[in-house]
């Protein structure tokens, strides 16, 4: 084989290893040691040949990539690179196996085996990798090749904290793109990273990357995060009638029974200018004041979006919110759906719900977690939103749609049910069973400005009887 990988790192590696063993972080034209949140080694100029790097990116730039798009990221990504064709990349491969490996086993002082995870990814404008792990099986050194030289928008490798719960909190440590570097890691429990979304037309973010494997025990981090905050429905105050705030079709008797029937069946309905026009135009004129007190909601494995505190609303919004806590709604909705939903009477406090008001910003995003608690209980899913049409301009744009998946008996998820597209003053009604999750998909740059939805969950009283 001919001589294409560095021989300065060969004659290194025991300064690597001796900075990596001791947590000494270093950063020289050979390679970088960053410590914290976790470790990673940056090894520059890994091939000595130009020409080679050159035709390496020629061959992989050639090789037919398929769209990936999920909760969790959107690339362009290849087929194994075992599996390839081309002489430059087996090429490539080889220096991995024969070279590289050894030298990072002897880094991180891990024993590996022969198996090889490899494809290589392409991210274009608007492609992203969300907050995650990578733990899976036997993955032991997570690598990444870079191609592509940054160019200031975006496609780093960000490093993220933790809190005492163990959970991703925010970026501590980001990487630019450097080409003819790699970037490794041991994947571990706190191993939280995310590629940054590209946000031009003129950058390609192309690299090779994968895991190297071996038979160590990683010690298994059990998170489940606990419900929502559940809570109590009110009582309004003096004679309140539906018709108030509720579009007056939806209060009829020959309307709810249609809606019933419809949602019996599909266990969806959507209902359009749900509000009374002039309530709604207030509350989304309410939505916007800066008197409302927002906080950041994570951990960034899970969700990253703004939370309103409900105690501090403007008046027709502080309405509209009340309403939708109230016994007087879950009887509505009881009604409606069919569900057992039990209003609270008397004593009685009826059946409990979470609810949310969100601000929705470029950056924000809900992920499918199927270990959570609340996807392990059944309930009604509410939406209901805000200030779309000024945001969501692009109809094949599909940031923050919400999509329900059904998940198989591994946990793993399996396909799609159903996907709500934020239009103003229409509320969404979904009845999720245990076996299904949810995710709002990660809202790109394309989307200029914010907009607002209300998120709720009701959940049935066993001991209500539906009349």
Known sequence: MDQLMNNELKINVDIIRKHYLENIPHDSTLFSLIVSPFKVIKLKNVLSSLTYQIELKDALENLGYSRKD???????????LNNCSSDVVKK??????????????????????????????????????LCHDDKCEDRCIAFVYYLSEAQG???SFDMFDHDESFQPTEIKHSLLPEVGSLVC???GNLTYHQVSEITSDSFNRLSINGWLHSSRKLSVLNYVEPLPRLRKQ????????????????????????????????????LLKTMFVEKFFNLCSLEIKKKTINWKRKGPANRRNYEVANLKYLPNSLRTLIRFLMSSLFT????????????????????????????????????????????????????????DTKAALTNPENTSGYVTYLATDDDDSFDKELIT?????????LIYR????????????HSVEKEYYAVYATYYEDESCDIA
């Open 70 to 80: 999920n909760d969790l990221y959107r690339i362009w990504q290849t087929n194994d």
């Open 92 to 129: 490539f491969i080889e220096i991995l196996s024969k070279e590289i490996s050894p030298i990072l086993s002897n880094i991180f002082n891990v024993e590996l085996n022969e198996k090889i995870s490899i494809t290589a990814s392409l991210y274009r404008n608007g492609d992203h990798l």
């Open 153 to 155: 928008c975006g496609g």
């Open 185 to 187: 890691f041991e994947v």
């Open 234 to 269: 009110i009582s309004l105050e003096g004679l309140v009638l539906l018709d108030k705030y509720i579009n007056l079709l939806y209060c009829t008797p020959s309307t709810l029974i249609e809606m019933r029937e419809q949602f019996e069946e599909e266990s969806f309905i």
């Open 331 to 386: 009887a509505y909705l009881r009604n409606l759906t069919g569900l057992s939903l039990k209003p609270c009477t008397g004593g009685n406090s009826g059946s409990e719900f979470s609810i949310e008001l969100i601000r929705w910003t470029p950056g924000c995003y809900t992920m499918a977690t199927d270990n959570d608690a609340f996807f392990k209980k059944s309930g009604l899913d509410l939406y209901l939103y805000f």
């Open 420 to 428: 709500i597209v934020p239009k103003d003053n229409a509320m969404s």
């Open 433 to 444: 069973t245990e076996n299904t999750v949810r995710f709002t998909k990660y809202i790109n």
